[in-house]
Each structure stands twice: as structure tokens, then as C-alpha cells.
């Protein structure tokens, strides 16, 4: 296992947490810890080691990583965040915090689609906010999914179209 000093990543241009961007901070954030293969240490899949040897390593990882996270997080949530020093256990207060997962926010992404307007902006803007609420939309309410084999109901080719 490397130690994180023989890595050298920044994190720090990620947009900050705010009180209403927690989706797409979060987004973000996994994207960037999969990229380098620490998300385990936030879904709680990389878990401290019972090895002697590898605590330090774990710790140092889970250090540095809850350091980033927390840097990430606007001053005045940061300083309303009391949790310990793992970073597990601060993602998913976050999370229990500031994730919407209910009827409100998906009546909201709706209503965002159906006023959504070019107005002004180019097309690759206007394409890139009408995607981005879709992807928000179908994160909150995902496409029903038959996993089945023997399946027959044709489920996947009738929501595709």
C-alpha cells in the first residue's frame, strides 16, 4: 500500500459544499476517490485494518482524506460539523445532512425540466443543464430494471423506447 505523501494530488478545485449543491459536491468527490481508489475508505469497504503492520498506513490514508473532504466544505458548514476523525463517518453525516432523497427534491428537479429555457446561453450550455438535471432526476428516481434471465416481460426495451 502506498503512503499518501508518495502521491501527489491536489483536491482542492472542487466546488464547495454549500447548503444546496450536495449532489453534485458529491459527485464530484466519489469520482475523484475512485479515481485514485479510496472510496472504499468513505463506503466503508476499505475498513481499518486488524493488522499492527498496516494501521498506520490506514490511518495516514483516512487522515489526509478526511482533511481534503472537510477542506472542500463551505466555512459555514464546516464549522456545524462535529464528527470524528474517520472519514466514513463524516460522508455519510454529510450525507444524512444534506442529501434530499424524497418527493420535494424530485418535484423540484421536475419543475426545473419543465421551466428550463435557452434564453440566451449557447447550446452546449443549455445541453449541458438540461443533462444535468436529467442525471440528477435519474440518480433520485431510477429507471425500473428487470435483472431476471428468464425474464419475458421485455422491460429494458420498453423503457428505452
Known amino acids: 500500500m502506498k503512503t499518501v ?37 468513505v463506503d466503508g469497504t476499505i475498513s481499518q485494518p486488524n493488522e499492527e503492520a498496516h494501521v498506520d498506513d490506514w490511518e495516514q490514508i483516512n487522515s489526509i482524506m478526511f ?6 466544505i463551505a466555512l459555514a458548514i464546516r464549522s456545524t460539523t462535529t464528527a470524528p476523525d474517520l472519514v466514513k ?3 455519510d453525516d454529510l450525507k444524512e ?3 434530499v432523497n424524497n418527493g420535494p427534491r424530485l418535484q423540484q428537479l421536475k419543475l426545473d425540466l419543465a ?9 452546449v450550455q443549455y445541453y449541458g443543464l438540461l ?25 429494458s426495451s420498453v423503457v428505452s423506447q
Not at 482533511?67 to 472542500?72: D, G, L, R, V, Y
Not at 443533462?131 to 422491460?155: A, N
Open 5 to 41: 505523501s508518495e502521491r501527489k494530488t491536489h483536491y482542492t478545485e472542487f466546488a464547495g459544499l454549500e447548503e444546496d449543491n450536495y449532489d453534485e459536491w458529491a459527485r464530484s468527490i466519489r469520482v475523484a476517490l475512485r479515481a485514485k481508489k479510496k472510496f472504499g475508505f
Open 89 to 91: 463517518i463524516l460522508w
Open 115 to 123: 421551466n428550463c429555457k435557452q434564453h440566451g446561453d449557447s447550446v
Open 67 to 72: 482533511s481534503w473532504i472537510m477542506n472542500t
Open 131 to 155: 443533462k444535468r438535471l436529467w442525471d440528477d432526476l435519474l440518480l433520485l428516481d431510477p429507471l425500473p430494471v428487470c435483472s431476471w434471465t428468464g425474464c419475458r416481460c421485455r422491460l
Open 97 to 99: 445532512r444534506f442529501c
